[in-house]
């Protein structure tokens, strides 16, 4: 199973932009999992945002993010990473990136965390008004 780190989170002003990194030092199959995004903030569910397959051509957002954010990845550098612009206070949460080896109708249910295998440790991220 691969091991997922996330780094990027912060404080950061409303209208402002973070760029968070997923990570996973030293794997071989990195490039083979889909990877998505998921938040959750406090008193609430987690949620999906944005997910991209393994190789990169296919991306997905939830409907809040509404061009705001972007993912990408690097399967050089074994990183995923998720460009957040004109950040708002309710995007504050704990953003968590987490890998799907499955490949299996990933297109269509991107968004089920159940399909998640790999998962880190989340980072902070606070967006303040």
């Known amino acids: 199973q691969v091991l997922l780190i996330e780094s990027g989170g912060g404080l950061v002003q409303a209208g402002g932009s973070l760029r968070l990194s997923c990570t996973a030092p030293g794997s071989t199959t990195f490039s083979s999992y889909g990877i998505g995004w998921f938040r959750q903030a406090p008193g609430k569910e987690r949620e999906f945002v944005a997910a991209?397959?393994?190789?990169?051509?296919?991306?997905y957002y939830a409907d809040f993010v509404n061009g705001r954010f972007t993912i990408s990845r690097d399967n050089d550098q074994n990183a995923v990473f998720l460009q957040m612009n004109s950040l708002k206070p309710e995007d504050t949460a704990v953003y968590y990136c987490a890998g799907d080896a499955s490949h299996r109708y990933f297109e269509t249910y991107h968004y089920a965390e159940g399909r998640y295998t790999a998962w880190g440790q989340g980072t902070q991220v606070t967006v303040s008004s």
């Open positions: 991209v397959n393994w190789n990169g051509g296919n991306t």
